[in-house]
């Protein structure tokens, strides 16, 4: 049972352009969001969050939405570079421990 | 660099088979956090210690067992290996360990190939 997901297993823009990735989640009692960016042979670094009670949050190029009716959250990054490639994955904060979706796999073209 | 360090860095076994996978947390936090990332799938939870003491589990085999030592830094030991064990393990560390989130910081993973 897939608590968190991330249907697009990958996605390629061009430099400049907007990224949108999105996540969808079934549990009502996640009260934290966060979307992680992952290079290969690295762990998973934190890129940025929302809390349940908000609807967005921005840090510089990076924005997140997040839809509670909709159990639906989305990373906007704009605009986008090369240096953006790499997996992300959406995750959600249940009380005890992060639930990951499988990751979407972001390609910037120059 | 996370803060984080997790070895080996990879480990090749047989079936069958017990490994131990070591990782030692950011100075100054006591939560430690094991998740197996298996080929294209998301991280999958499995066991949290904080400050020595077991405090939530996820889908960990019985196979799999944990522990947190004094020094706070944690292994993680796989027996009776099987081919599906093959994956990326990373260690993640916060300070605290329960109630609202706190931010984990990861390791750069031990990759585990069963053969």
């Known amino acids: 049972d897939q608590q968190v997901k991330q249907n697009s297993p990958s996605l390629s823009v061009q430099e400049g352009r907007i990224s949108i990735l999105n996540c969808d989640y079934t549990?009502?009692?996640?009260?934290?969001f966060l979307w992680y960016k992952k290079y290969p042979a690295e762990g998973p670094t934190f890129l940025i969050s929302i809390s349940s009670i908000k609807d967005k949050n921005e840090d510089g190029r990076f924005t997140v939405f997040l839809n509670k009716s909709a159990k639906h959250l989305s990373l906007h990054i704009v605009p986008s570079q090369p240096g953006d490639s790499a997996v992300y994955f959406c995750?959600?904060?249940?009380?005890?421990?992060?639930?990951f979706g499988s990751g979407t796999r972001l390609q910037v073209q120059p | 660099d996370s803060g984080v360090t997790q070895t080996p860095k990879h480990l090749i076994t047989a079936t069958g088979q017990r490994v131990t996978l070591r990782c030692s947390p950011r100075s100054g936090d006591l939560s430690v956090y094991w998740y197996q990332q298996s080929l294209d799938q998301g991280l999958q939870f499995l066991i949290q210690y904080y400050n020595g003491e077991e405090r939530a589990k996820g889908n960990i085999l019985e196979r799999f067992s944990a522990q947190q030592f004094p020094d706070l830094h944690s292994e993680l030991n796989l027996s009776s290996l099987e081919l599906g064990d093959s994956a990326l393990y990373f260690c993640?560390?916060?300070?605290?360990?329960?109630?609202?989130?706190?931010?984990?910081?990861f390791g750069p993973g031990t990759r585990l190939t069963v053969l």
């Open positions: 995750a959600a904060w249940g009380r005890r421990a992060l639930t």
């Open positions: 549990n009502s009692m996640f009260d934290y």
């Open positions: 993640a560390s916060s300070v605290q360990g329960s109630g609202s989130y706190n931010e984990q910081f």
